[in-house]
C-alpha cells in the first residue's frame, strides 16, 4: 500500500531568503509529474535515508516540473540540513506522489490567505490558483523581516491585494490579524500556514470575526498530539482479514509495520498525512494535527502514526482499517 514513488532530477537550486532555497524538480526521461491541487505536497526520499514533506509553490497546472522551498531549521533532524549542504543541481532522487490535506475551496466567492515564514509556499501556490480563477483573494504575509521573506515578488506579481507584515520594522509587533480578517466580506474562506504562535492567533481571530470556513496547516504537532493507547487492542485488516493486537505504550504503525504490513509514511507526528488509512470500522482516537472536528466525527480516516484504538473488549467493538 505504499504510495507511488516518482523519480526526479533536480534541475535549480535557487537563494529565496536567508536560510530559504527552492527546488525545482523535473520527471527523468520524457514524461510528466502526476496533476496535483494548490495547497499539497510532496514527500522527498533523500539519499541519506531521511524521508521529509515540502509543499509545492509552482502553479498547479504545470506538470513538468514541481518547484518547492526547504527552510534549514536549526534543529534539523538530517532532511532540511541535507538539502541545503548536500543536495546538487543534477541529482536524481526519488520523490513521493502529491498529497493534500491543506486543499483550497475554489468555489468560495472569497478567501483570505495568511502565511508566516515558509508557510508562504503552500499560500503561494492557493494565490496564484485563485488568481487564475479570477476568485476574490487577499494575502498577508508575515516574516521577522525582508531578508527572511521568501517569493515577495512573485506574491507582487500576481496583482493581488498583498499585505506585508515585518516584525523589524513594526518594533517587534506581530501582524494584526483581527484586523486584517475584520474587513473581509461574509462568506470567506480563510486559511494560514504558519509556526504554532501564528495558528493560535489565526484561530482565535476567525472566531472573532465570525469566519466559518477555517482552514489551516501547521509546521509541527499540536501539544499532547503525539501518544499510544496504555491499553492492549486490535486491528483487523479488512483486505487480509489479519489480526494483529498491538500493545500498551506501542503505536500502530510501529506495529504493523514490524509484522510486514506495508504502509507509506514520513512525518511520524501526525501533520504530512502519508500515513493515512480509511476507516471501516471502530472508532479510533483521533491524535493527528490534520482532521477538523466534523472530520474527526464522520470518522473515514485515522492517521497511524500518532492515533490509535481502544481496547476492544471493553468496547465491545474492534478497529478495522483498509488495510
Not at 513521493?96 to 501556490?125: H, K, V
Not at 500576481?158 to 490579524?177: K, P, Q, T
Request: glycine residues 6%.
Amino acid at each position: 500500500m505504499s504510495a507511488e514513488r516518482l523519480k526526479a532530477r533536480v534541475r535549480t537550486l535557487r537563494y529565496e531568503a536567508t536560510r530559504i532555497v527552492s527546488v525545482e524538480l523535473v520527471p527523468t526521461g520524457n514524461t510528466t509529474f502526476p496533476s496535483f491541487t494548490a495547497g499539497a505536497h510532496i514527500d522527498l526520499h533523500l539519499p541519506n535515508g531521511i524521508v521529509r514533506s515540502y509543499s509545492l509553490v509552482n502553479a498547479q497546472t504545470e506538470v513538468d516540473r514541481y518547484v518547492i522551498a526547504v527552510l534549514d531549521e536549526p534543529d534539523s533532524r538530517g532532511g532540511s540540513r541535507y538539502i541545503h549542504e548536500l543536495l546538487r543541481c543534477g541529482a536524481q532522487i526519488e520523490i513521493g506522489s502529491p498529497r493534500n490535506q491543506f486543499a483550497l475551496d475554489e468555489s468560495a466567492t472569497s478567501s483570505a490567505l495568511i502565511a508566516g515564514g515558509i508557510g508562504i509556499t503552500a499560500i503561494l501556490c492557493m494565490a496564484r490558483r485563485l488568481r487564475a480563477l479570477r476568485r476574490d483573494v487577499r494575502v498577508a504575509y508575515a516574516a521577522r523581516s525582508r531578508v527572511d521573506a521568501a517569493f515577495v515578488d512573485d506574491l507582487k506579481s500576481l496583482g493581488i491585494e498583498v499585505e506585508l507584515h515585518f516584525s523589524d520594522e513594526h518594533h517587534g509587533r506581530r501582524f494584526d490579524m483581527d484586523a486584517w480578517l475584520a474587513t473581509r466580506p461574509d462568506g470567506t474562506h480563510a486559511y494560514c500556514c504558519g509556526p504554532k504562535s501564528m495558528i493560535d492567533a489565526f484561530e482565535l481571530a476567525c472566531e472573532r470575526a465570525s469566519i466559518r470556513d477555517v482552514h489551516l496547516e501547521r509546521f509541527h504537532p499540536v501539544e499532547g498530539a503525539v501518544a499510544a493507547s496504555t491499553e492492549t487492542y486490535v486491528v483487523e485488516l479488512a483486505r487480509s482479514g489479519r489480526t494483529i493486537e498491538v500493545a500498551p505504550g506501542a503505536s500502530l504503525l510501529d506495529t504493523l509495520l514490524k509484522e510486514g504490513v506495508d504502509i507509506d509514511y514520513s512525518c511520524r507526528e501526525g501533520i504530512c498525512g502519508a500515513c493515512e488509512v480509511r476507516v471501516v470500522a471502530g472508532q479510533p482516537v483521533h491524535r493527528d494535527s490534520i482532521l477538523n472536528a466534523a472530520q474527526r466525527e464522520a470518522n473515514e480516516v485515522m492517521y497511524m502514526c500518532v492515533s490509535h484504538g481502544t481496547c476492544s473488549s471493553r468496547r465491545n467493538e474492534r478497529l478495522v482499517l483498509d488495510l
